[in-house]
């Protein structure tokens, strides 16, 4: 386990994007309607759904973007890795902005632990937490640079950012992956 290569995150976001461009975007967009018309509260079933979608395209299976779907399989603890650990972030953030940066990337860890099979969200985000913790900088960083990739569809009227969005996803299923391991077991060093 290392920290989070961030330029090969981006490029698997890249890489992940051009695979499968129609349903990379579908499922994006699904997974902002969703999450809108239920003021967040199905993001995270819609987040983890998308992160098993980019597992399966990952291990070399044909994806769909009903894919995206698959996260309500799992409903409680995608419900609660999402949700929580996106309020913890959130309250972080408020507490004079430095504590949120320090877990920025908590929420995407939290999915992709339920994504590769975690069955307690509360204990995603623990085991989140801890992967984090032990890679931190590069977390931080990878984070920041992924979450700026996937908003430079801004740009173009708002419209760019359903091209530019999947990179950035694609991107942080990766860097969770490669800071919890390729199974999504953390090990922490001594």
Same mark, same amino acid.
């Given at each position: 386990?290392?920290?989070?290569?961030?330029?090969?995150?981006?490029?698997?976001?890249?890489?992940?994007?051009?695979?499968?461009?129609?349903?990379?975007?579908?499922?994006?967009?699904?997974?902002?309607?969703?999450?809108?018309?239920?003021?967040?509260?199905?993001?995270?079933? +819609?987040?983890?759904?998308? +992160?098993? #979608?980019?597992? *399966?395209?990952? =291990?070399?299976?044909?994806?769909?973007?009903?894919?995206?779907?698959?996260?309500?399989?799992?409903?409680?603890? *995608?419900?609660?890795?999402?949700?929580?650990?996106?309020?913890?972030? &959130?309250?972080?953030? +408020?507490?004079?902005?430095?504590?949120?940066?320090? !877990?920025?990337?908590?929420?995407?860890?939290?999915?992709?632990?339920?994504?590769?099979?975690?069955?307690?969200?509360?204990?995603?985000?623990?085991?989140?937490?801890?992967? !984090?913790? =032990?890679?931190?900088?590069?977390?931080?960083?990878?984070?920041?640079?992924?979450? !700026?990739?996937? &908003?430079?569809?801004?740009?173009?009227?708002?419209?760019?950012? @359903?091209?530019?969005?999947? @990179?950035? @996803?694609?991107? #942080?299923?990766?860097?969770?992956?490669?800071?919890?391991?390729?199974?999504?077991?953390?090990?922490? &060093?001594?």
């Amino acid at each position: 386990m290392a920290a989070p290569d961030i330029g090969a995150c981006v490029s698997a976001g890249v890489a992940g994007l051009k695979k499968n461009p129609l349903a990379h975007i579908v499922a994006n967009v699904l997974v902002m309607v969703v999450g809108g018309f239920t003021a967040g509260l199905l993001t995270g079933p +819609m987040l983890v759904g998308y +992160m098993r #979608m980019i597992k *399966a395209e990952d =291990e070399g299976r044909t994806i769909e973007f009903t894919d995206v779907f698959k996260g309500f399989d799992d409903l409680v603890p *995608a419900l609660l890795a999402v949700l929580l650990s996106g309020i913890i972030v &959130s309250i972080g953030f +408020m507490l004079c902005f430095v504590p949120g940066l320090l !877990i920025i990337g908590l929420v995407p860890t939290a999915a992709y632990l339920v994504a590769v099979g975690e069955k307690d969200g509360i204990n995603a985000i623990k085991r989140a937490f801890a992967a !984090i913790k =032990e890679h931190l900088l590069g977390t931080i960083l990878c984070t920041l640079v992924l979450a !700026i990739v996937g &908003s430079l569809g801004v740009i173009a009227c708002g419209v760019g950012v @359903i091209f530019t969005l999947p @990179i950035g @996803i694609i991107g #942080m299923y990766h860097m969770a992956k490669q800071i919890t391991g390729d199974n999504g077991v953390v090990i922490l &060093s001594a």
